[in-house]
């Protein structure tokens, strides 16, 4: 199966916004080094930043994070991965603290997630630092399987903020794939995932691009 090529999507979105515009916009990975410098307890920090944004304001989450950061002592994950159900019950009734006890609880799992990672690669930063476009779609499906409340756009905008080269199943990204006849809708089976791996590897042989860059210029060719 072959899709348009991605000179041609470019350019849509260079009709719609100003070249400055578009360059602006765009932002690209880290590398394999930066990746790997990157500590667990900052892993866990803004996936429960990320979890926590998800249909709130994101900038209520932000002003309350240092105290987040305070109560759930720097997101150690020793400490996170131990604590009960009754201690969080209380550290969610701390002043300061958004009450959501299902996200609150994801703290615990996604600390007993990633200090997994930690026991068999080393690190929590050598698992996604090895990650490789080719497979992107597949590690996606992996992650919402793995983490706690980590499935959408949820854990693809954690890391791509960590900087991993990641796609974000925007409306605009997923109304571009619908547009160029990839997908009509978020890829859930291993069939529509298959055919979205394959555009985007064609889209990365194309115009030499990253993840991160195909996937804001598939927004920004639909987006006004």
């Known amino acids: 199966m072959s ?3 991605f000179s ?7 009709s719609r916004h100003s070249e400055a515009s578009v360059k602006a916009r ?3 990975p880290k590398s394999t080094a930066e990746l790997l410098q990157i500590p667990a307890p900052q892993w866990l920090s803004e996936a429960s930043r990320a979890v926590f944004q998800s249909g709130f304001r994101w900038q209520v989450v932000d002003d ?5 950061e305070q109560v759930f002592g720097g997101f150690n994950l020793a400490y996170c991965r131990q604590l009960s159900d009754e201690q969080l019950e209380a550290m969610m009734k701390e002043d300061g603290l958004i009450k ?4 609150t ?3 615990q799992s996604n600390a007993d997630y990633l200090a997994g990672l930690e026991a068999q690669y080393g690190s929590v930063a050598a698992f996604f630092a090895a990650w490789q476009p080719e497979d992107i779609c597949a590690n996606i499906a992996t992650l919402q399987k793995s983490g706690a409340r ?7 905008l954690w890391l791509r903020r960590m900087g991993v080269d990641m796609p974000i199943y925007s409306n605009d990204v997923l109304a571009a794939l619908k547009l160029e006849g990839v997908t009509n809708s978020m890829p859930g089976s291993a069939k529509a995932r298959a055919t ?3 555009a985007f590897d064609q889209w990365r042989a194309d115009s030499g691009r990253s993840l991160n860059e195909i996937s804001q210029l598939l927004a920004l060719s639909v987006a006004g």
């Open 196 to 198: 979205v791996q394959q």
């Open 100 to 103: 959501h006890w299902s996200k």
């Open 26 to 28: 765009l932002t690209k």
């Open 64 to 68: 309350k994070w240092p105290r987040f």
């Open 105 to 107: 609880r994801s703290i």
């Open 8 to 14: 041609e999507i470019e350019q849509r979105a260079l």
């Open 150 to 156: 980590l499935g959408g756009k949820t854990g693809q």
């Open 3 to 5: 899709f348009r090529h």
